[in-house]
């Protein structure tokens, strides 16, 4: 379970201002959600390819369910243990996944996961996305590590975490349940001296992953430990 977070990386997680950033890439802007984009959230993530891949997200998923999951990210960003940010597209502007890092502050650690909506695969949104998440946890709230993973049979997302510079790990046999089923989970690293941000991943024509298996809690509830 969490501990108290530690007083020098609380500062670097949630600035003196405590005010969460927008980031952005060539083609994307990261930036907080709000209410405003619940009917948005519930419509892309309510999809039952995206729930099939991603541990917690429910299906059916309402838009109450994205409201209670928004809700939760201020206080939980000021805390200094999760920053969660909507993808949006930059031009057109569109709303098209969300990525988060959970942060584990006395170790120095984040955990990576993200979602993209159907309409927007294959596009290299969550390669460009990750990317950066990357970046604004190595060099912004200076993790030491950042860690990922995916269901066995969702390869595609293996193969964002491969773009970015991460390295498999190992696997973890039958670890979660998902629906009736039993999952492997496929396990990924990268440390901050590994980190190099590249130009820019060009869109690929493999799909890509909906999600890293352990996104986030739609429903606002609690993270069981790690």
Known sequence: M???????LERRTVGRSRKQPTLRTARLALRPLSMKD??????LAGAPEVAD?????????????????IRTH????AKGYLAVFGIERRRPKTLVGAIELDLEPVHRRGELG????TPYWGLGYATEAALEMLRYGF?????????????LRNPASGRVMKKIGMA??????????????FEDLEMYGILREEFAPATGPRP??????TGAAKFGCPRGTKRSAR
């Open 2 to 8: 969490r501990g108290t977070p530690a007083v020098g």
């Open 38 to 43: 619940a009917p948005e959230v519930a419509r």
């Open 53 to 69: 891949t991603t541990l917690r997200i429910p299906h059916p998923y309402r838009e109450a369910d994205a409201e209670s999951w």
């Open 74 to 77: 201020g206080e939980e960003f």
């Open 114 to 117: 993200y979602w993209i909506g």
């Open 139 to 151: 060099e912004d709230l200076r993790l030491r590590r950042i860690v990922a993973d995916h269901f």
């Open 168 to 181: 498999p790990e190992g696997r973890l046999r039958q670890h979660v349940l998902k629906g009736e089923a």
């Open 204 to 209: 690929s024509r493999r799909p890509e992953a």
